[in-house]
């Protein structure tokens, strides 16, 4: 148990749903982050949230859509998939200070687009 | 961020000492050296993070070269727990970035 959850584990979705993965963090922290892992690719950032302003969105298409409602949970607003956002997406969390800042990753959901 | 190299994978037998190497060349002076380890169907976790020092915690060491340029990561005896993807990271904190560049780190395999 990190302190970081995510639900649901597992979802499997057609190219013309609308669904939403939610992660909750009970660490206090005050900065959060989504991160997709393909299969035999590295982790890609692709949303920052401080303080609940988006400070970092990495060429994500618009059918990804974060939403960071308080400091302690953060969406992603998943419409109109392709089969290649198959994917593990991983949330995590992080205090910034100046050195450590170590992020808190949830356990992912396994995304399956048919 | 300065980008770093790992091998692609290495192998270690249990309870013997595994040192996982990076190389990264063009660090800056800024830059943090971070290790995070992703176990099998799990998110990745954080192991440790140094400057210049070398540095122990209760997970593994870290040993920082004296020209910065490459570090080692330490597990002092391997167990079949410790068998993950290993990641060594760079982090310019004067920029103040959030992102971790993950790379494809070093997948450890731990032998019975």
């Known amino acids: 148990e990190t302190g970081v959850t995510q639900t649901p584990r597992h979802l499997v979705m057609g190219m013309t749903n609308k669904k939403s993965l939610k992660c909750e963090q009970h660490l206090g922290h005050n900065a959060m982050y989504w991160y997709k892992q393909s299969a035999k690719k590295p982790l890609e950032l692709m949303f920052v949230?401080?303080?609940?302003?988006?400070?970092e969105n990495n060429s994500v298409p618009s059918r990804f859509s974060p939403e960071c409602p308080n400091s302690s949970h953060l969406f992603l607003h998943l419409h109109t998939l392709q089969p290649e956002d198959s994917a593990l997406y991983l949330c995590?969390?992080?205090?910034?200070?100046?050195?450590?800042?170590?992020?808190?990753f949830g356990p992912g959901t396994r995304l399956t687009v048919t | 961020d300065a980008k770093t190299t790992q091998p692609n994978s290495m192998e270690s037998n249990e309870e013997e000492p595994v040192h996982l190497p990076c190389n990264h060349s063009t660090i800056s002076g800024t830059d943090y050296i971070h290790w995070y380890r992703q176990l099998p169907s799990q998110g990745p976790e954080y192991v440790i993070h140094g400057l210049t020092s070398n540095v122990n915690n209760r997970m593994a060491s870290l040993a920082i070269a004296e020209d910065r340029k490459s570090s080692t990561l330490i597990l002092h005896r391997a167990t079949l727990r410790d068998a993950a993807v290993y990641y060594c990271i760079l982090r310019d904190v004067q920029t103040g970035a959030n992102n971790l560049f993950f790379g494809t780190g070093t997948r450890l395999t731990v032998i019975p």
């Open positions: 949230y401080n303080f609940k302003e988006q400070t």
């Open positions: 995590a969390s992080s205090q910034v200070t100046g050195s450590g800042y170590e992020q808190y």
